[in-house]
């Protein structure tokens, strides 16, 4: 009875110590689910998910605080794979997702502040103070940002041209013929 | 005798070749207006060097290429620039593209030619002269010529040139082959010499017999060491890897290409182009065009690069019923709107009839006959790559090999349903690409947020440190002041209150004037206490003092 016990124990102290030594020396530096989560949001920064980026918005998904579908630019595509990866239900988003633009500067009424440069999440805006700024087209995730702080409204958001490069074969789809 | 080989799958569609092939190549004809594409080739566009309003002359560079995978896009002949601008072009999506329009003046005149001296050069410049000459893949694929004929990372055992021309209604490489042998073997020899290939072989279908002998002829001619091949007509037979397995037994392995076997397939329309490019220094502005189909006369057009299509359909007789044009064969073919200029890549422009090619019948539901499984000359399952690309289960049409699908249409072609495969193949793979560039786009964005992070950190961290590093220097300037400055000041500072002191002492109360003696007797003893109590104040803080 006494020798069962002591074997016993013995075994659980040996365990825990290996367990205990394993966590120390293969310790995980920050949460990996927020890095997989992180990896399949847009990265547009627009905060429409009412956190200051994806990365916290991620952060929150992993703590469970929040929905997943809370990312209109990333589509109901995003959703699901989200619901993929935390093993959940796919819901509806809770907004319409908005058609891919990018934003556009009237150089004629820029006057120069840098409120723009400022909210620009991805610092896809040139300029410096007095001087003319510009969008940098490939840079920018349209996430809008910088629409409201302009203060003479000279920002609006073009909606991406479809064109050679960009272009997609359709899904095949049979067209239906009016009967006469 | 070479032993040939068999590849998977193929079909034998019925072959329509003999209603163009009778007939010689017809001389070109010049529009009143060409429009010529900047993106003729694979890869980056190339970047317009003239002006509107710029008068060119024929073989005059008018776009340069634009990085390494590109080509440079020529006048095809003389004239002035009237538009850089975008004009419907030769594409699936029937999309307008950046062109170049020339109207032309009629008289062809020439700009200089240099011819070039290929053997005596390094090939690296010669590779430079093949980019700026213009010369893409005249196949199909339009990739740039100069990158396939450089051999850096993989050695080339094999040459082969594709004389296959496995299409149906197309014939202008078999019409090339029999006219200019001299020419397109010219540029295989080049191409050996550059790849440094030990054998050349060229591959030509069984049923070009009159080409076959021309290019043995024209062999024998040059005493060229070049093997003439006929291989069978199976249709995708003219494939890259199709042709390669067929000649040297090699299988291309799924995601690689022929090169990584040590074999390198050229187009013969290719060796013709490359011959007159080094040879005479004729950069790429014409091709052979096969104009067929519902037409009065088909037949074979040298075609200068730029021609709008319909006007090739009009000047080989058009007929009463067309119901569109396509081009390139009507397996891997598109259409195309009249008014799109041919470019390096138009082999054929087909008219379409209804009888010709009657609509396609509904599509009906996937029966599971695996007849696609069966022609397909990749060895795919077309069946479940359709069912995953129907479903946009794009993960799993990837993991079954959806990229080694080269678009043949030979499942298309044997579906009893009439499903259109390779639409949804298409579609699949296009949205893999656009997905593949939306997280491209996505990384960027998320590492450009995360320097901004650490930009904003850095700048309040730098800023903090500014303001302590100010305060700092504040703090060790005053002790640095001199010791006499310093002395001075103190003085100054002691001066001025024994001055202030004085001051106060002088000022005499004004109520003692006019007392009485016992008045002052009262004001003396309440200083002399006022004094005992000071001296009391004195005492009792001293021994503090010590504690």
């Known amino acids: ?180 | 005798m070479r032993q040939l080989h068999q590849f998977p799958g193929g079909i034998h569609p019925e072959e329509h070749k003999a209603e163009s092939s009778a007939r010689p190549i017809h001389a070109p004809f010049i529009p009143n207006k060409l429009v010529i594409p900047l993106r003729q080739h694979i890869g980056h566009s190339a970047k317009p060097i003239v002006k509107v309003g710029d008068k060119v002359l024929k073989g005059q560079m008018i776009g340069q290429a634009d990085g390494y995978v590109s080509a440079a896009v020529h006048a095809s002949s003389s004239g002035v620039v009237t538009e850089i601008g975008f004009h419907p072009v030769a594409h699936p999506s029937g999309l307008s593209d950046l062109c170049i329009t020339i109207e032309t003046n009629g008289q062809d005149q020439w700009t200089d030619l240099q011819p070039v001296d290929w053997q005596n050069m390094d090939p690296a410049a010669v590779r430079g002269y093949v980019r700026d000459l213009g010369i893409a893949g005249l196949g199909g694929a339009v990739f740039p010529s100069s990158i396939k004929l450089d051999p850096k990372s993989q050695p080339v055992h094999t040459l082969i040139l594709n004389g296959g021309e496995c299409e149906p209604w197309i014939t202008c490489d078999d019409r090339l082959m029999r006219e200019r042998a001299l020419e397109v073997l010219q540029g295989a020899r080049i191409m050996q010499h550059l790849l440094n290939a030990q054998t050349v072989v060229a591959g030509i279908e069984d049923n070009k017999s009159e080409a076959i002998a021309a290019m043995q002829a024209a062999a024998d001619q040059l005493g060229f060491a070049v093997e003439i091949v006929a291989i069978p007509a199976i249709y995708p037979g003219g494939g890259g890897k199709q042709i390669t397995q067929t000649l040297t037994g090699l299988e291309t392995p799924s995601g690689k290409l022929s090169t990584d076997v040590g074999v390198q397939v050229f187009n013969v329309g290719t060796a013709y182009s490359l011959a007159r490019a080094l040879m005479h220094g004729v950069p790429l502005i014409s091709r052979i065009v096969t104009v067929t189909g519902h037409v009065l006369g088909a037949q074979n057009y040298e075609t200068l690069i730029g021609t709008p299509m319909g006007e090739l359909v009009t000047h080989a007789g058009d007929r009463e019923g067309t119901s569109g044009l396509i081009m390139g064969g009507p397996m891997m073919g598109f259409d195309v709107k009249p008014e799109a200029p041919a470019v390096k890549a138009t082999n054929c422009v087909l008219a379409k009839s209804a009888e010709l090619f009657p609509p396609r019948p509904r599509e009906l539901p996937c029966i599971r006959c695996t007849q696609c499984a069966i022609a397909c000359p990749a060895s795919l399952q077309p069946q479940d790559l359709y069912w995953f690309a129907r479903a946009k289960n794009f993960g799993k049409a990837q993991e079954y090999n959806l990229f080694d699908c080269i678009e043949c249409g030979c499942c298309s072609y044997v579906c009893p349903s009439h499903i259109p495969l390779v639409d949804y193949y298409r579609f699949a793979k296009s949205e893999i690409w656009a997905r593949e560039k939306e997280k491209q786009a996505a990384d960027i964005a998320r590492e450009r947020h995360e320097f901004r992070l650490f930009r904003q950190e850095r700048e309040k961290k730098e800023k903090a440190e500014r303001l302590a590093a100010k305060a700092q220097t504040k703090k060790a300037e005053a002790p640095t002041l001199g010791s006499d400055e310093q002395d001075a000041k103190k003085k100054m500072i002691e001066e001025a209150l024994a001055r202030a002191q004085a001051k106060k002492a002088a000022v005499a109360p004004k109520n003692t004037d006019n007392l009485t003696p016992e008045q002052q007797a009262e004001i003396a003893e309440i200083e002399s206490r006022r004094a005992k109590i000071r001296e009391m104040a004195k005492k009792t803080i001293e021994p503090e003092k010590h504690l």
């Not at chain 1, 394993?22 to 627009?46: F, H, M, N």
Request: charged content about 20%; hydrophobic content about 40%; glycine content about 8%.
């Open chain 1, 1 to 180: 009875m006494l020798t069962a016990i002591l074997v016993m124990a013995g075994i659980a102290i040996l365990l825990g110590a290996v367990l205990g030594y394993a966590a120390l020396r293969y310790k995980v530096e920050g949460d990996p689910l927020v890095e997989k989560i992180d990896a399949i949001l847009p990265q547009t920064q627009c905060g429409q998910c009412g956190f200051p980026g994806c990365k916290p918005y991620a952060t929150a998904i992993a703590k469970g605080e929040v929905d997943i579908n809370k990312c209109p630019p990333g589509g109901e595509e995003g959703v699901k794979k989200l619901a993929e990866l935390l093993g959940v239900e796919i819901k509806p988003l809770d907004a319409e997702p908005k058609p891919k633009s990018v934003a556009y500067i009237d150089e004629n009424t820029c006057i120069g502040c840098t409120l723009c440069i400022q909210a620009c999440p991805v610092d896809a805006i040139l300029g410096a103070a007095k001087q003319m700024h510009t969008i940098i087209a490939s840079e920018c995730t349209g996430c809008e940002l910088c629409v409201a702080p302009c203060p003479v409204d000279c920002i609006s958001m073009v909606p991406l041209r479809e064109d050679l490069p960009h272009w997609k074969w359709k899904y095949p789809v049979f067209k239906l013929k009016q009967a006469a």
